[in-house]
């Protein structure tokens, strides 16, 4: 490589210097105050127009200064809602404990206290299985403070089975957890080892609770529904946990049901993932979606039935469901961690932190549209510190890559492997023939703000459901939640996904060419 120096040139030659580069020297400096002399006799008109330009350049400061500043409140608001929501969880944490009457400074001794209660096999193996091979559920119990709201109320509830997720490579069931990792040696750069492939979930002791979730109103799906709570309580000896709607079906049936479980309110829907192990779906895809939306923190594996017409994550057969289910129970399972998007809604009204807006997860996408106005979409787009563009059109779409099969692969989004870590960003109906779908990496977080001087509303739904309207001011800041939605892949995650899209969309079906006819000579 040629080595560069920087050099500046001494103020002694600088005159000299400017003229050279054809700079004014003294005497065009003498012809430009002639210029000037003549600029200032000219007529009013043209010194109207120059400080038209002046007052709207000004304008354009006070706009890039507003801009500024809304930017930034949107940012410390997205910020204080997630300190706002820390807080929440550490003084729930706190409470139970109270609860329990162990001071809150006592938690890590009570943490300790809890894994100490593991018999000596299920140290040793927290001992080894937490290490470099994968994630191991006691990690996200202890986290999580998940038995300490299990037993909450009563001592009924069976302990969670714990189970640990290793990482496959090249295709075989491997125990070794590979990262992706870059290697600086000798200066150079490379990434040494393909990062991780096909995850795999191993129950660590047989699961006990299983939530059944079900597509409201079908004949086929009760009637199996029904049959598999009876086959999982007589045959397995699970507990069954279904939605109020389903446990009245069921008693109206037969009092035989009396021993499945429901809840009352949304606080108890609150602690479900930590009494169940397993959920099961029996409906198409918009089972997974509500599935999903019922846990607005971690999901524990889910099992999707294809009870629907399309079924792009519900790879398995309801007619074989006692087989499949037998597998899932037994494990090892393939599993894809569908990701998910955290979506603030951030008032321009909110005067403080405390008044923002639950955060609400989807696993499909986040839309905004311009709903019922007749006018287009005005929506300011950022993605960290950096403007991205300005949406004019119908709206647009974040999407996870669960999603990218569904609303956004419509307004002509890429169809992406839901296993790729990625938000997509795809307008609808945009008013410019530029506007092609993007994918941002999974870390960044995009803010959709409608203007100030928006002419109309927008409209915020998420995963095609629970519609909020957005003013002007308003903004929805969007980034990858922590907590996936795992479900059970019926081979694995890449043969499920072009499974789905041979399936499903009949992506690609041509008639073949037949080979008779021309050929190159
Ligand atoms: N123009 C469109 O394509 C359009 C318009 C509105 C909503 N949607 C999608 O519908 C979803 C809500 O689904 P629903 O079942 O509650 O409503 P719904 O009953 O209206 O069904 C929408 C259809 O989208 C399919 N779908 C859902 N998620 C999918 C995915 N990840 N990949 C491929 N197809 C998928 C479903 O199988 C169903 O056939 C939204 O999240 C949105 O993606 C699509
Ligand atoms: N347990 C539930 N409670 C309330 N609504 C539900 C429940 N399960 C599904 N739904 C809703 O019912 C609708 C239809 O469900 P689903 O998509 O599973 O069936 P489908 O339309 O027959 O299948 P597909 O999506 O494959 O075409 C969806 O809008 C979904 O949100």
């Known amino acids: 490589m040629s080595p560069v120096k920087l050099i500046s040139s001494g103020e002694g030659n600088f005159s000299s210097t400017m003229a050279e580069n054809g700079f004014p020297n003294a005497t065009s400096l003498l012809n430009s105050e002639k210029a000037v002399q003549e600029l200032l006799q000219r007529s009013p008109l043209m010194e109207t127009d120059e400080?038209?330009?002046?007052?709207?350049?000004?304008?354009?400061?006070?706009?890039?200064?507003?801009?500024?500043?809304?930017?930034?409140?949107?940012?410390?608001?997205?910020?204080?809602?997630?300190?706002?929501?820390?807080?929440?969880?550490?003084?729930?944490?706190?409470?139970?404990?109270?609860?329990?009457?162990?001071?809150?400074?006592?938690r890590n001794g009570y943490d300790s206290k809890r894994s100490n209660n593991l018999t000596p096999q299920a140290t040793e193996q927290s001992d080894w299985c937490c290490g470099s091979n994968g994630i191991c559920s006691h990690e996200v119990l202890q986290d999580g403070d998940v038995d300490s709201v299990s037993q909450k109320g009563s001592g009924k509830y069976t302990r969670k089975a714990p189970f640990e997720l290793s990482w496959g490579c090249d295709g075989e069931h491997s125990d070794r957890h590979k990262h992706d990792v870059v290697s600086f040696e000798k200066g150079n750069i490379t990434t040494a080892e393909r990062s991780s492939r096909q995850i795999f979930l191993k129950w660590e002791s047989q699961p006990q609770t299983v939530l059944i979730l079900t597509k409201p109103n079908s004949v086929s799906v009760r009637i199996l529904c029904f049959e598999m709570i009876r086959w999982l309580r007589e045959h397995k000896g699970l507990h069954i946990y279904v939605e109020p709607r389903v446990k009245n079906?069921?008693?109206?049936?037969?009092?035989?049901?009396?021993?499945?479980?429901?809840?009352?309110?949304?606080?108890?829907?609150?602690?479900?993932?930590?009494k169940v192990d397993l959920v099961v779906t029996l409906g198409g895809d918009g089972t997974v979606l509500?599935?999903?939306?019922?846990?607005?923190?971690?999901?524990?594996?889910?099992?999707p039935f294809s009870l629907g017409s399309l079924?792009?994550?519900?790879?398995?057969?309801?007619?074989?469901?006692?087989?499949?289910?037998?597998?899932?129970?037994?494990?090892p399972i393939s599993i894809t961690l569908r990701h998910r998007l955290q979506c603030h809604v951030i008032r321009d009204a909110a005067r403080n932190e405390y008044e923002t807006e639950e955060p609400i997860l989807v696993l499909n996408e986040?839309?905004?549209?311009?709903?019922?106005?007749?006018?287009?979409?005005?929506?300011?787009?950022?993605?960290?510190?950096?403007?991205?563009?300005?949406?004019?059109?119908?709206?647009?779409?974040?999407?996870?890559?669960?999603?990218s099969t569904a609303?956004?692969?419509?307004?002509?989004?890429?169809?992406?492997?839901?296993?790729?870590?990625?938000?997509?960003?795809?307008?609808?109906?945009?008013?410019?023939?530029?506007?092609?779908?993007?994918?941002?990496?999974?870390?960044v977080t995009i803010r959709i703000q409608v203007p100030f001087n928006s002419k109309g509303h927008a409209w915020a739904s998420f995963d095609g459901k629970g519609r909020k309207e957005l003013?002007?001011?308003?903004?929805?800041?969007?980034?990858?939640?922590?907590?996936?939605?795992?479900?059970?892949?019926?081979?694995?995650?890449?043969?499920?996904?072009?499974?789905?899209?041979?399936?499903g969309l009949h992506w690609n079906l041509r008639k073949k060419q037949s080979s008779d006819g021309p050929r190159d000579t």
């Open 51 to 106: 400080h038209l330009i002046e007052f709207s350049e000004a304008l354009r400061t006070v706009a890039k200064a507003l801009r500024r500043a809304a930017e930034g409140k949107a940012a410390a608001q997205a910020e204080a809602a997630e300190w706002k929501r820390k807080f929440e969880l550490e003084r729930t944490r706190n409470l139970q404990l109270e609860h329990k009457g162990q001071p809150p400074a006592e």
């Open 249 to 274: 079906e069921l008693l109206t049936e037969s009092d035989y049901y009396d021993f499945v479980r429901t809840w009352k309110d949304d606080e108890e829907i609150l602690l479900l993932h930590t």
């Open 290 to 303: 509500w599935a999903a939306s019922m846990f607005k923190g971690p999901v524990p594996p889910l099992v």
């Open 311 to 331: 079924g792009f994550m519900t790879p398995f057969h309801s007619e074989h469901y006692r087989e499949c289910l037998d597998s899932v129970l037994k494990g």
């Open 366 to 403: 986040v839309t905004i549209d311009r709903g019922m106005s007749s006018y287009l979409t005005n929506l300011e787009c950022y993605c960290d510190r950096s403007f991205v563009t300005c949406v004019q059109g119908d709206g647009l779409i974040l999407s996870t890559t669960s999603g």
């Open 407 to 443: 609303y956004s692969l419509a307004a002509g989004g890429s169809m992406v492997h839901p296993q790729v870590p990625g938000i997509l960003f795809t307008p609808i109906c945009p008013h410019s023939l530029s506007f092609r779908p993007l994918i941002f990496p999974e870390y």
């Open 471 to 503: 003013g002007a001011g308003d903004a929805l800041v969007c980034s990858m939640a922590p907590w996936p939605v795992p479900t059970a892949c019926q081979v694995d995650s890449t043969n499920d996904f072009l499974h789905s899209i041979h399936d």
